[in-house]
């Protein structure tokens, strides 16, 4: 199925762990995304990445890192995990950047004890 | 900077009643508008969008009408089925930036 696939959908890991989330999407698509949304079904945008240019929120801690080894995927990793990292993480993808039609992955739950 | 601001949820509704869900917008120009969804335990869904003003976007029985005079984007339905729970939210996009989203306002039908 052409689509957008995250694993693993659900992660459960102790504070100052160093984690690794998986994306790839199938679709064709030149750009992608992260995305965190809190307990309140807040969602904000971490990063966009296409084949030339990454765009990272100010807001977003250096412990978060993508990488792009090629582009059908975008992997998120986080270093040293605290607790306030539990949320779900989203990854997506569009066919440019300025579109908007973005199709979602389901999704990747992150809890930190 | 661009923002969009939503009703607070939740919404809850009987089945078949009338459904309104607010959504206006800041943007510096003139920003495409959207409606994604989000089903329990799923990923977000495009639901409908309107990339100029005037324009009304629908589906599944949705809709919503781009008003630049109110800046607004509300999102309507007739008859709700309680199949349409979820948490509904209002997205816009603006010269190649990335998408920014409302707060989310959650959506319960009961029957």
């Known amino acids: 199925d052409t689509a957008v696939s995250q694993t693993p959908k659900y992660l459960v890991t102790q504070m100052g762990n160093d984690k690794s989330i998986k994306c790839e999407q199938n679709?064709?698509?030149?750009?992608m995304y992260w995305y965190k949304q809190d307990s309140k079904k807040f969602l904000k945008i971490m990063f966009s990445?296409?084949?030339?240019?990454?765009?990272i929120n100010e807001t977003v801690p250096n412990r978060f890192s993508p990488k792009s080894p090629d582009k059908a995927h975008l992997n998120l990793h986080i270093n040293s995990l605290e607790l306030g990292d539990s949320a779900v993480y989203f990854c997506?993808?569009?066919?440019?950047?300025?579109?908007?039609?973005?199709?979602f992955g389901s999704g990747t739950r992150l809890t930190v004890v | 900077g661009n923002s969009v601001t939503q009703m607070e949820g939740p919404v809850t509704l009987s089945e078949e009643a009338f459904l309104t869900i607010n959504c206006t917008y800041t943007?510096?120009?003139?920003?495409?508008l959207f409606w994604y969804v989000q089903y329990p335990g799923e990923g977000l869904q495009l639901l409908l969008k309107?990339?100029?003003?005037?324009d009304k976007g629908s589906n599944k029985g949705f809709e919503a009408t781009y008003r630049k005079e109110t800046t607004s984007f509300h999102l309507e339905k007739g008859s709700v089925q309680v199949s349409d729970s979820a948490v509904y939210f209002c997205?816009?996009?603006?010269?190649?930036?990335?998408?920014?989203f409302g707060g989310g306002t959650r959506l319960m039908v009961k029957p």
């Open positions: 679709l064709g698509h030149d750009t």
């Open positions: 990445y296409n084949n030339k240019e990454l765009i």
């Open positions: 309107a990339t100029k003003a005037d």
């Open positions: 943007a510096t120009g003139y920003p495409s």
């Open positions: 997506a993808s569009s066919p440019d950047s300025g579109s908007g039609g973005y199709t």
């Open positions: 997205a816009l996009i603006w010269a190649g930036n990335m998408l920014t």
